[in-house]
């Protein structure tokens, strides 16, 4: 019986290829079930050492998960998900939509700093306490195709040009990964004469509203105003429930990990969750 958190067959079919055992060696535990702890853990937020034992020892299936996040293999999974959608025509590149969210960092993700400070592991201190980004890239369906960690403190416009440089889906056959869509469409958090250039640059729309601010100086230098595009501007929405679908997961939602690459690889896992069918 598939549980609600664990991998159906289809889903297990796609990814399988990718985590072949190896050749030599003494036998090593079911792929599978591993995955299904860890996605147990992802889905709960509890911690390793109450890892149920249908799902064998806890240890093996952290160090597992451990081996799997310095060696790349979520990112992996992930691009070769959004390769295999994007062949049958499945993602969606006419809009991409950018935001953040802010995840509050459990006390217990507080250990790893060092002289007073966080140093690369992605936690800063705001009015909300210790707080931890994610800045995402989605697809016009909501599906995520990219995204980026900081600090809660990081300003939303100083993170857009390292998630859109993130997005890289490849082809099946010959040909450069897909990288550009046809309109980027985000809030007034990313109103900035660089962000718009960028995006001018790459020939890429850009259908992000004004701050009143930005509105009331070109006014006074007698320019005119950007054209917003309020019809794509209202598909914005869909970067906010895949926030929401993201989030359902608790280990995701609220930040344990004293280390950034086992966040992020549990952020990486989430969104393989979204494009698995």
Same mark, same amino acid.
């Not at 985590?19 to 060696?25: E, F, I, K, V, W």
């Not at 469409?185 to 109103?191: E, I, P, T």
């Given at each position: 019986m598939v549980r609600r958190h664990e991998l159906t067959d289809e889903s297990w079919a796609?990814?399988?290829p990718l985590?072949? %055992? %190896?050749?030599?060696?003494r036998p090593v535990r079911d792929r599978r079930q591993v995955v299904n702890g860890i996605l147990w853990k992802l889905s709960t937020g509890a911690a390793w050492r109450d890892l149920p034992e249908r799902y064998g020892p806890w240890k093996t299936v952290y160090e597992r998960f451990r081996r799997w996040s310095a060696d790349g293999t979520w990112d992996r999974l992930l691009a070769h998900v959004q390769q295999h959608n994007d062949a049958v025509g499945a993602v969606d590149w006419t809009v991409v939509c950018i935001d953040s969210t802010t995840v509050r960092a459990h006390q217990h993700a507080a250990g790893a700093r060092k002289g007073g400070l966080w140093p690369g592991e992605a936690i800063?201190?705001?009015?909300?306490?210790?707080t931890t980004k994610i800045h995402l890239a989605c697809d016009g369906q909501g599906r995520p195709l990219?995204?980026?960690?900081s600090a809660g403190n990081v300003n939303d416009c100083t993170q857009f040009e390292q998630v859109m440089a993130r997005i890289s889906v490849g082809?099946?056959? %010959?040909?450069?990964?897909?990288t550009r869509p046809e309109r980027v469409?985000?809030? &007034?958090?990313?109103?900035s004469t660089k962000i718009r250039s960028y995006l001018r640059r790459r020939g890429i729309k850009a259908a992000i509203p004004e701050r009143i601010d930005q509105i009331n100086g070109r006014i006074r230098r007698g320019e005119s105003?950007?054209?917003l595009d309020r019809a794509a501007y209202r598909r914005r929405n869909v970067v906010e429930r895949c926030f929401n679908k993201l989030k359902h997961n608790k280990a995701l939602a609220t930040r344990y990990d &004293?280390?950034?690459r086992h966040y992020q690889a549990l952020v990486t896992l989430a969104c393989l969750r979204l494009w698995l069918p």
């Open positions: 796609v990814i399988e985590l072949a %055992p %190896p050749r030599m060696g800063g201190r705001s009015r909300g306490g210790l990219a995204f980026t960690l082809r099946r056959g %010959p040909g450069r990964p897909r469409v985000a809030d &007034k958090g990313y109103s105003r950007c054209r &004293k280390r950034a």
